[in-house]
């Protein structure tokens, strides 16, 4: 079992910044990938950010150049730095375990992010 466990976010205005943390714990032996999604009210999820085990990153072209996502050589924690904060970057943010069979198994709670114009 995998435990993922957020913390972070809040309220910022816009041009400011939020992290987002995400605690691992359990069998990580699995997990290829840990992932960061949101959804807005009325919108689909959405993929934001990811980070491989070896290391790679990728991301939605919405947050590329402002959101930065990494974590720690153990998988013990995955952060999500988000700068340059929009308005429409107001979510609820859920990071996400994605195991070497392709399957998300895992989520975290959710936390919500909310930017001011």
């Known amino acids: 079992q995998v435990q993922l466990v957020q913390s972070g976010g809040g309220l910022a205005q816009a041009g400011g910044s939020l992290r987002l943390s995400c605690a691992v714990s359990?069998?990580?032996?699995?997990?290829?990938?840990m992932d960061w999604y949101r959804q807005a009210p009325g919108k689909q999820r959405e993929l934001v950010a990811g980070i491989t085990r070896l290391g790679i990153t990728n991301y939605a072209d919405s947050v590329k150049g402002r959101f930065t996502v990494s974590r720690d050589n153990a998988w013990d924690m995955v952060y999500l730095q988000m700068n340059s904060l929009k308005p429409e970057d107001t979510a609820v943010y859920y990071c996400?375990?994605?195991?070497?069979?392709?399957?998300?198994?895992?989520w975290g709670q959710g936390t919500q992010v909310t930017v001011s114009s």
């Open positions: 359990g069998d990580t032996f699995n997990i290829d990938t």
């Open positions: 996400a375990a994605l195991s070497v069979w392709g399957v998300y198994g895992h």
